[in-house]
């Protein structure tokens, strides 16, 4: 059974970096056929994709997060990473890691709230 | 970018049938997927590539796609079913796009 596990600093100051970890069991990233997302969700508001990476180190991003972020994975250790600069209050969320099957995603990890603070 | 548009409630009697819709642009030309999230749970798939269902997740739920309108139906609703659900396609421009999700109540 594939599971998934976010970590990673709850609180981030304004103008600095977001930094994520996912962490992957029941699964090797180095010989899934699978894309791995990050995803994440403010409270109260719908789901907005992040980006994601194959395990040959290819990415995607949302066009409109594109600018400032990157997307790493680190096979052999079995997980895969999120770094977001510079940012603001409006990047307060909850942020998810999920197994990407190109159209859906069909295993999730429960999520690791990021407040970015003043 | 590329928009999905789902109507903010819907309220269902149990055991009777709900729809719920998600529109977008030429929608029908992309595979569209539904997960539900319940309060402080991540989402969970119901419905992937229009209209199939993972192990596990209940005949009751089905789906359709096609033209600017995905549809998502409940039938025999059950109290257990009571969620946001959101519509997601992917998008060749935008990647992946997600729904503005939709309450669904049960009464």
């Known amino acids: 059974q594939v599971q998934l596990q976010e970590s990673g600093p709850g609180l981030v100051k304004s103008s600095q970096t977001l930094s994520l970890t996912c962490t992957v069991s029941g699964a090797s990233l180095s010989s899934s056929t699978a894309y791995w997302s990050w995803i994440r969700q403010p409270a109260g508001k719908e789901l907005e994709w992040i980006g994601h990476?194959?395990?040959?180190?290819?990415?995607k991003y949302n066009p409109s997060l594109k600018s400032r972020v990157t997307i790493s994975i680190d096979a052999p250790k079995n997980l895969f990473s999120l770094r977001l600069t510079s940012v603001t209050a409006a990047d307060t969320a909850l942020y998810y890691c999920?197994?990407?099957?190109?159209?859906?995603?069909?295993?999730w990890g429960p999520g690791t709230l990021v407040s970015v603070s003043s | 970018s590329y928009d999905l548009t789902q109507p903010p409630s819907v309220s269902v009697s149990p055991g009777q049938t709900a729809s719920i819709t998600c529109s977008g642009d030429?929608?029908?030309?992309?595979?569209v997927s539904w997960y539900h999230q319940k309060a402080g749970q991540s989402p969970l798939l119901v419905i992937f590539q229009d209209a199939k269902r993972p192990s596990g997740i209940p005949e009751r739920f089905s789906a359709s796609n096609s033209g600017n309108t995905a549809t998502l139906t409940i039938s025999g609703t059950q109290a257990t079913d009571e969620a946001v659900y959101y519509c997601q396609a992917w998008d060749s421009n935008a990647a992946f796009v997600f729904g503005t999700g939709t309450r669904v109540t049960v009464l």
């Open positions: 030429r929608l029908g030309d992309k595979y």
């Open positions: 990476i194959f395990a040959d180190g290819s990415t």
């Open positions: 999920a197994r990407d099957r190109i159209s859906y995603f069909d295993v």
